[in-house]
């Protein structure tokens, strides 16, 4: 099998990636962007919800700007391979094999992404299918329901406010001592009398005959274990990075996120990470997308570093 060789190559089509090819591209390096998808976008098409937080700019839901980047990729000719899978990777000697082909880079950047947590408990059976990850614009399917949603962040914040406009009452239930949520949710949150927020509680198993009837949970501090009555379950547990294919390779933390430094190289000298994949705090589509055009950068500095030692 013979071997293209890019002297850039990023590895995930989400923002971060599309961030970081736009930028190769400007500076003139030659660069290929590998992606697994039909379409160009990562998460976007997951986000129902509007998008106010990017820039100035608005966009009605993820859809609406996947759409619009992807106008812009093919508009500007960015360098892609869509429908993609990466099979394995050698991040030493920066080799990627594809269904399709292998490639060779001097750089690697890997813009992976992540994909929803699944909840992993006790369910009696058919329930785990009943479990729902997405409600965004479907709210008015829970009307009349006694609902727990798991999860503590913005989003899960953000969906007990929209479900408590239908359901009967809205239990937000959280691992954590204290909700992670923005301070301005979490005033919505303490102000309604349909949402009671409890914390500190671990979920054992989801009960029920045929339906969903309740949640057994254990008190993380006392131990007690009691149960919830619940007709319906939303997850909003946050998200699992695609580290998986790197993880023998680059140390990765317990959550299986990479660590980088301020350049946005990892453990192995000309691989740097962006996105989802990143061991950071408050990730957002603006923070994938200055990633990608940092990682772009530190790869040429890397690119002209090895470039000077060749001539001397």
Known sequence: MSIQFFPAIVIGGGVGGISCAIELQYNAIEYLLLDDQAELGGQLPLIKTK???????????????????NEYVQAQNIRFKARTKVIS????????????????????????????????????????????????????????????????????????LD???????????????????????????????????VTNKKILAI????????IAVEDLISGEQTTLPSQAVVVKIGCTPNTELFAPQLPLTEGGYIDVNAQLQTAIPGVFAVGDVLALKNLRISTAMGQGAT??????????????????
């Open 163 to 197: 479900l408590c406009k239908h359901a009967i009452d809205v239990t937000l239930l959280a691992r954590s001592k204290t909700l992670t949520c923005r301070p301005d949710l979490l005033k919505l949150l303490q102000a309604s009398d349909k949402v009671k927020l």
């Open 295 to 312: 990682a772009a950068l530190s790869a040429m500095q890397y690119l002209l570093s090895k470039t000077s030692t060749a001539v001397q």
């Open 89 to 160: 990777c050698n991040l030493y000697e920066k080799t990627v094999e594809t269904e399709h082909g292998l490639y060779r880079g001097q750089t690697l950047i890997i813009a992976t992404g992540a994909r929803i947590r699944a909840l992993e408990v006790d369910c009696e059976p058919g329930l785990r299918e009943q479990l729902v990850y997405f409600t965004e614009k479907n709210e008015a399917a829970f009307a009349g329901l006694r609902v727990v949603v798991i999860g503590g962040g913005d989003y899960a914040a953000i969906t007990c």
């Open 51 to 69: 998008i106010r937080n990017l820039g100035g700019l608005y966009f009605a839901d993820g859809t609406v700007l996947q759409k619009q980047v």
């Open 207 to 214: 009960k029920g005959t045929g339906k969903i009837e309740a």
